[in-house]
């Protein structure tokens, strides 16, 4: 005879967590039967879907029923996904190498990262690092310019000084154009 096992007063009324259902499944003995009643249980996440999934086909006597329509679809779309083939997508995204942490915090910083991408949409290569300032102190970023700044880099200077919370000292123009440049943070 199949014990039956009413989910919804196990999980409750959603079930979104893998891990409970691992654990659950731990629970069951393989010399039983057991009928998993759906009935009360509203939502499920896809990944718990894979792992009743994984549990009704691991070789336990478990079987499942009253599925609300949206557990069944959820269900569903795992088991399609089963025997699906995998078509991976490849990226081109740009892999970033850091040698040590601080390239990895100058990366990081969404300061560092918003001054290099300004730069690199007029096709610009610089590299930008951060100098840690003192608790309550202003961050600079020392903004370096492979092959030397032109009016371009000027015109992106001044626009991230304008809408960026950024400023250079006096003379950064001349800075840009001898191929480096330091921009500060405002307070």
């Known amino acids: ?9 196990r999980f409750g009324a959603r079930i979104h967590i893998r891990a409970q259902v691992v654990s659950f499944a731990k629970t069951l003995e393989p010399n039983n039967s057991y009928l998993l009643d759906f009935s009360g249980i509203e939502t ?5 879907a894979d792992e009743f999934y994984t549990l009704v086909h691991s070789g336990k006597n478990v079987e499942i029923y009253n599925m609300s329509d949206f557990v069944r679809k959820m269900y569903d779309a795992v088991t399609y996904g089963r025997f699906m083939p995998r078509n991976l997508q490849y990226s081109f995204d740009e892999i970033i190498e850091c040698p040590d942490m601080e390239t990895l915090r100058n990366y990081l910083n ?9 730069f690199k949409a007029i096709g610009w290569n610089v590299s930008v690092t951060r100098e840690n300032p003192a608790p309550g102190k202003q961050g600079s970023y020392h903004i370096k310019f492979h092959g030397g700044g032109d009016d371009r880099c000027v015109e992106v200077a001044q626009k991230l000084q304008d809408t960026c919370g950024f400023y250079c000292n006096n003379d950064w123009r001349s800075q840009i154009y001898s191929g480096e ?3 500060i ?3």
């Open 181 to 183: 440049l330091e921009m």
């Open 44 to 48: 499920v996440s896809r990944s718990v």
């Open 1 to 9: 005879m199949k014990q039956i096992i009413k989910l919804s007063e």
């Open 110 to 118: 969404p300061n560092s990262q918003t001054i290099s991408n300004a």
């Open 185 to 187: 943070d405002r307070l």
